[in-house]
């Protein structure tokens, strides 16, 4: 039991698709986080929510546009990719956004894949 | 620039053996160091934290050290099982950012019956 469940799990999408991608977090935590995995990389976090407000977002290019509208839900709204942006991303929790006092807690991950 | 080396890349051995994993970061001054294990296809599994204050945390046959002064961590398994093999993770979070945690690449282990 994961505690944080990501859909799909797989993705294949044209550069001039919208898509979206979906996390939701069953743990109470306050704070969720969206990382990219890409190969041979070190994970890259993308965006900070604590209680619905963003908090980082780490020079992420405007065609990834993130919404939380809750604190257990955080979406990854897609448009116009690149094929670069194929990756691996996943969604993260914690108690609270000070990362520093409680380990995070991850997903499963959604493999994207950009035509 | 905050930077997370783990090595080696990739690791193999018989079951049964100890070893070692390690980490190294170029900015001594963290909050704390966490170590993750991704299977393939998988997300990350929390393993051990360390804050910076403590030099060392066990779980069963995990124990992970930390050296500050030298920018070090290491991650020691005892007794490996097949069922250990994965990708090792090490993470870095930084009193400035503390928002961000710096990755390692990992070292994928292996082992063998």
């Known amino acids: 039991e994961t505690g944080v469940t990501q859909t799909p799990r797989h993705l294949v999408m044209g550069m001039t698709n919208k898509k979206s991608l979906k996390c939701e977090q069953h743990l109470g935590h306050n704070a969720m986080y969206w990382y990219k995995q890409s190969a041979k990389k070190p994970l890259e976090l993308m965006f900070v929510?604590?209680?619905?407000?963003?908090?980082e977002n780490n020079s992420v290019p405007s065609r990834f546009s993130p919404e939380c509208p809750n604190s257990s839900h955080l979406f990854l709204h897609l448009h116009t990719l690149q094929p670069e942006d194929s990756a691996l991303y996943l969604c993260?929790?914690?108690?609270?956004?000070?990362?520093?006092?409680?380990?995070?807690?991850f997903g499963d991950g959604t493999r994207l894949s950009i035509l | 620039k905050q930077e997370v080396t783990q090595i080696p890349a990739a690791l193999s051995v018989p079951e049964g053996e100890n070893l070692v994993l390690n980490c190294s970061f170029t900015?001594?001054?963290?909050?704390?160091l966490q170590w993750f294990r991704q299977d393939p296809g998988k997300g990350l599994t929390s393993l051990l934290l360390?804050?910076?204050?403590?030099r060392e945390q066990t779980s069963g046959r995990l124990n992970a050290s930390l050296d500050k002064s030298s920018g070090r961590s290491t991650l020691y398994i005892a007794a490996s099982q097949p069922g250990d093999s994965a990708t090792y993770l090490c993470a870095v979070s930084y009193q400035t950012g503390a928002n961000n945690l710096f990755f390692g690449t990992g070292t994928r282990l292996t082992v063998i019956p």
């Open positions: 993260a929790s914690s108690q609270e956004v000070r990362v520093g006092n409680q380990p995070q807690h």
């Open positions: 900015d001594s001054a963290i909050y704390n």
């Open positions: 360390i804050q910076s204050s403590q």
């Open positions: 929510y604590n209680f619905k407000e963003q908090t």
